[in-house]
């Protein structure tokens, strides 16, 4: 399975930012999908994941309320939708995909793509 994320960018505080990713190489359903974020000296964060169906999305508490996770299924591709950006949020930011349960833990993810830069100036 390949993964690749896009969408990153410099954006002030309060702007949105809507990043993608795009996977393939293997039937899009059968995966748990989630997005990720590193910050610069810290570990990688959760974000937010969404079943093959896209009827449980759960995201971390410090981007609920601001932050959406989508799929298109049809497009083999997930989205995360970033609105309310502070400048806490700089980081890069990673989509995952895994097979069997969701999970909030990064190292359960074999799968991931490149990582997009977002940058949110105050």
């Known amino acids: 399975v390949q993964l690749q994320a896009s969408g990153g960018g410099l954006v002030q505080a309060g702007g949105s930012l809507r990043l993608s990713c795009v996977v393939s190489?293997?039937?899009?359903?059968?995966?748990?999908t989630g997005w990720f974020r590193q910050a610069p000296g810290k570990p990688r964060e959760f974000v937010a994941a969404i079943t093959w169906d896209g009827d449980v999305t759960s995201s971390a508490d410090s981007v609920k309320g601001r932050f959406t996770m989508s799929k298109d299924n049809a497009k083999n591709t997930l989205y995360l939708q970033m609105n309310s950006l502070i400048p806490e949020d700089t980081a890069v930011y990673y989509c995952a995909a895994k097979l069997g349960r969701y999970s909030r833990t990064w190292t359960a993810y074999p799968y991931w793509g490149q990582g997009t830069q977002v940058t949110v100036s105050s």
């Open positions: 190489g293997g039937t899009f359903n059968d995966y748990i």
